[in-house]
């Protein structure tokens, strides 16, 4: 039995269609408000396809509260400085993020500062370069 000649062209549909679903918007970040948190790292995760830190903020009264922050695929924030041991638990930072629209201790990586005054991005990629521009 052969198979119908338009089979090729489903299976071709559905696989972009799941690889596109896959990845999400960044939609739920709201992108007009930046949150400064300063605290201690508890886990820094190199994963794809965004990379995570995780950090322990403490409030005036000494209650901690844990923020998902995320960052670029780590491809990107290879690019853009980052190594996988940029970050490791226990390091004092402050991270600037843009906050979850549902008020959610989660947030979209602005930059962050290092104990030692490092500054690095979100692991975005550069912004494109005007052709003949060096």
């Known amino acids: 039995m052969r198979a119908p000649l338009h089979l090729p062209l489903v299976l071709a549909v559905l696989a972009t269609t799941s690889t596109a679903l896959a990845h999400h918007s960044f939609a739920v970040f709201d992108r007009t408000k930046k949150v400064t948190l300063t ?3 508890k886990d820094f995760q190199w994963t794809n396809p965004h990379t995570w830190i995780q950090v322990v903020i403490a409030d005036d009264k000494g209650n901690a509260t844990e923020w998902g922050v995320e960052c670029g695929s780590p491809n990107m924030m290879a690019r853009t400085g980052w190594k996988k041991t940029s970050l490791k638990a226990g390091d004092r930072v402050t991270a600037v993020v843009n ?3 549902d008020g959610r201790p989660n947030g979209s ?3 962050i500062t290092l ?3 490092t500054v690095l991005g ?3 990629a ?3 370069k005007p052709l003949g521009a060096q």
Do not use: K, Q
């Open 39 to 41: 605290g201690t790292v």
């Open 99 to 101: 906050p979850l629209l």
């Open 109 to 111: 990586l602005v930059t």
């Open 115 to 117: 104990a030692d005054g």
């Open 122 to 124: 979100p692991g975005d």
């Open 126 to 128: 550069p912004p494109p």
